[in-house]
């Protein structure tokens, strides 16, 4: 993921994403030796995701001190690949599923049917594909399927003319946004209101009205940059790096075109539809864990391969190939929990909770409110896990709430928001940099692309919960 840029007087080298995690994890390492040691003592509850081991309020106390050592910092890449083992398979296995059913023929059969059904309003695709994936996420609340959703968008938008960066701003925008102001999600809104006592999901119509405001945002911002692209395809700011790739994708798709529209692949095709519709239904019913998604979508592919005709010899080369193109995503996730990893061997996450809780403690309500979406938003850069900031902060957090006068549905409101809106901007997220990798999209480049809209939906978010503070939004 190297690519150079070039400016007056000389020229500047992105670093690599691999180097960027690292130096994360050296700022981490040192973090611990300065910061106090420190912990809440936990209690299990049982929460909408199931049993948690939660902080207790008011039971934090300093420990001495333990920083990071070196052999700690050695074994933490490892460390962090069994930590994230769910996610680093799910990557694998989703990914390299994906790639098995594309390379069946599978997926160039719906582009010339989607491409048919919109004509020459191509840009049509943006918003409806935006809208379909926001509203999936908003309820299951699962933004790794960006993984899923990627490699059967880039070809499309090559084929359609648009670059790389739009065909991951589709995947990664309506997912993590669909997490971020989500409906229904287990993991942050569910064990959030558990442990603030509210009725589950309540408030549910006002996370809805600001999931549909900032879709619309998103998806005004996508459009536009994409129409720009398919205007002017040098305007681009992937087109050098995408070059490859593109050229890649579409020789592939060229050899297929003789199969496109065979009986046979029709009916694997419309056999692979139902399945996926199957596993997405399955995942709103009951919660599915990483591993069964991934064993779900890895079936999915082997029945959609044998009925569009490949032998069993065929079927395993692709497999190999497919997992060889996802490998380096799936190995960024575990190195972005190397981060988290670290964090628990110098115990300083509590001590930067209780540090945060007694901050904006002695704040204004509605400047406490957003002082603690701010604060949940920057932590995230350390502790990606949206259950695990929940199991954290939210105990803590809500016998402050309601010294200050801030309902507990507010309080859930903020954490839920400060967690996902920056899982698209850390590079310590591993689903999203797993997704980068992907679509070869250099980190430094997305973050030109979404800086602008990020300080949109920023403002949207603070705005949004001065309004909660100021109705007092409820239940309480």
Known sequence: ???????????????????????????VAVLTHWVPAGSYQRAEMMTAAGPRMVAVAGS?????????????????????????????????????SVGLIRRTGVVDLGIAVLTRAVGGRSQWLIPLLMAIFAVICGFIGVPELSI????????????MGYDGMT?????????????????????TVGIGQSIAHLPMFSGAGYRAGMLALVMLVAIAYTWRYAARIKANPAASLVFDSDSELRTRILSAQQHQQQAVFSPRLKLAGVLCGLMLLGVIAAILNWQLSFNAISGLFLCTAVITALVAGKDSNAL????????????????ICGLARAISVLMSHGQVADTIVYGIVNMVS?????????????????FNSLIPSGSGQTVLTMPVLVP??????????????????????????????????????IARVDYLKWLRFFLPLFAMLLLLAMASLALAYSIRLGPF
């Open 1 to 27: 993921m190297f690519s150079r840029q070039t400016f007056k007087g000389g020229s500047f080298k992105l670093p690599n994403i691999y180097l960027i995690l690292v130096g994360f994890m050296a700022v």
């Open 60 to 96: 934090f106390e300093f420990l001495p001190s333990s920083p990071v050592t070196l052999w700690q910092f050695i074994t933490a890449i490892p460390d962090g690949m069994v930590g994230a083992a769910d996610i680093v398979f799910m990557t694998l296995l989703v990914g390299g």
């Open 148 to 159: 899923a959703f990627l490699p059967m968008l880039l070809p499309m938008f090559y084929r």
């Open 167 to 187: 065909a991951v701003a589709v995947a990664l925008l309506p997912t993590t946004l669909g997490f971020a102001f989500g409906i229904t999600i287990p993991g």
């Open 316 to 331: 395993c080369e692709d497999l190999n190939e497919s997992f060889r193109e996802i490998l380096v995503g799936a190995l």
């Open 362 to 378: 002695d704040l204004h309500g509605i400047v406490a409110t957003i002082a603690v979406f701010l604060c949940q938003a920057l």
């Open 400 to 437: 402050m709430a309601d010294l200050l006068g801030i309902t507990r549905q507010t309080m859930v409101l903020a954490t839920q928001m400060g967690d996902g809106m920056t899982n698209i901007l850390f590079p310590t997220s591993g689903y999203f940099i797993a997704t980068l990798a």
